[in-house]
């Protein structure tokens, strides 16, 4: 039996008590839960990341913590935005969500001093954090991944792993998006209606209060998708939503895009005929939604500028003061330019 095999049996076997919080700075949070002895902040953690939420979150606060990402490649994935250094991270695998692809065995032989997931904080999740930190020995933290809430999970997390001059200066941005989306808000003008497409037919949506739709709802844009004690993914008619008839639909993919704009039967919907349909197709990472993590700030703060002239005129800046921020990445005027462009 090889060491991991033993150490995983040992684990199980052993099926120790979480421990007593050693950074006693956890204990008053709101937004992070622990499991396990968290160790003291330091520079040189090895993070493991449960899930793409978290995979941007760490991305963002500690790259070169980092053994890899649980789900994407970033050789692939908005490579031509990122440095060589984050291109060479790994896909890993998911630990996080009800289809793990990262067993037991290879988290154990990546070795890491702590795992991170960010994102949805239910019973599941918890289940799944404390039953991880049980059988591994491994302390596991799950942070709450409302965008609302970005900047306290970055300044918290930062404060976690040792990063926290990095993590300031990326609050302080986060901050100011969020501040200037809840005076947006707030403003007497009507918000428009928007319906968010998702799927191939864009007949997928984010129904009100899910965290793929809170980018434009902190706007104080009005979901037509409500479902009360609901608010996660939903499948819907064409039907409902010709009864719905929302202002704008918002969506970031491009295939529903096309679809959108081309199929007859959309072209019943009044927004479809008067162009009020965006594309947030930004890259390296999703803009509004997949994942529903930090990159959600630049879909918020590109939104914003949609309908606020002020926002308009800075995005650029903000643009790339985003991306050196989050994604460590100095973007030159080509690299700007398709990102300024693509909408």
């Not at 998708?225 to 609901?230: D, H, I, V, Y």
Request: hydrophobic letters at 40%; proline letters at 6%; a neutral charge.
């Amino acid at each position: 039996m090889d060491f991991t095999r033993r150490r995983l049996l040992g684990y199980l076997l052993s099926s120790p008590v979480l421990s007593t919080l050693s950074f006693s700075a956890l204990a008053d949070s709101a937004l992070i839960i622990p499991f396990g002895n968290v160790p003291t902040p330091r520079r040189t953690l090895r993070v493991l990341s449960a899930g793409a939420p978290a995979d941007l979150l760490l991305l963002a606060l500690a790259p070169e913590m980092l053994p890899g990402l649980s789900s994407f490649d970033l050789s692939v994935t908005g490579g031509d935005f990122l440095s060589p250094a984050l291109k060479r991270l790994p896909r890993l695998g998911r630990l996080s969500g009800r289809a793990s692809t990262l067993s037991l065995e290879k988290l154990l032989a990546l070795n890491p001093d702590i795992i991170i997931d960010c994102g949805n904080a239910d019973e599941y999740f918890r289940s799944l954090a404390q039953r991880t930190a049980v059988q591994t020995g491994i302390p596991y933290i799950l942070v709450e991944g409302n965008l609302q809430d970005s900047a306290r999970q970055l300044r918290e997390v930062g404060q976690l792993l040792g990063v926290s001059e990095r993590a300031e200066e990326q609050a302080k941005l986060a901050e100011l998006f969020l501040q200037d989306a809840r005076r947006f808000s707030q403003q007497d003008s009507k918000k428009p209606r928007f319906y968010s497409a998702r799927g191939a037919v864009g007949l997928e949506t984010g129904l009100q209060g899910s965290l793929h739709t809170e980018a434009a709802e902190l706007l104080g844009l009005i979901n037509v998708a409500s479902e009360p004690q609901r608010h996660g993914l939903a499948l819907v008619s064409f039907e409902q939503l010709l009864l719905w008839e929302p202002d704008i639909i918002l969506t970031q993919d491009t295939k529903t895009y096309q679809h959108i704009i081309q199929d007859p039967m959309w072209h019943h919907l009044k927004a479809v005929r008067e162009n009020q349909v965006l594309l947030f197709s930004g890259l390296p990472f999703g803009w509004l939604d997949s994942p529903p993590g930090v990159n959600r700030l630049l879909g918020l703060r590109k939104l914003q500028s949609h309908f606020d002239l002020r926002i308009q005129t800075r995005w650029a800046h903000d643009l790339q003061t985003f991306f050196k921020l989050f994604y460590h990445s100095d973007l030159t005027q080509a690299q700007l330019q398709p990102l300024l462009e693509g909408q």
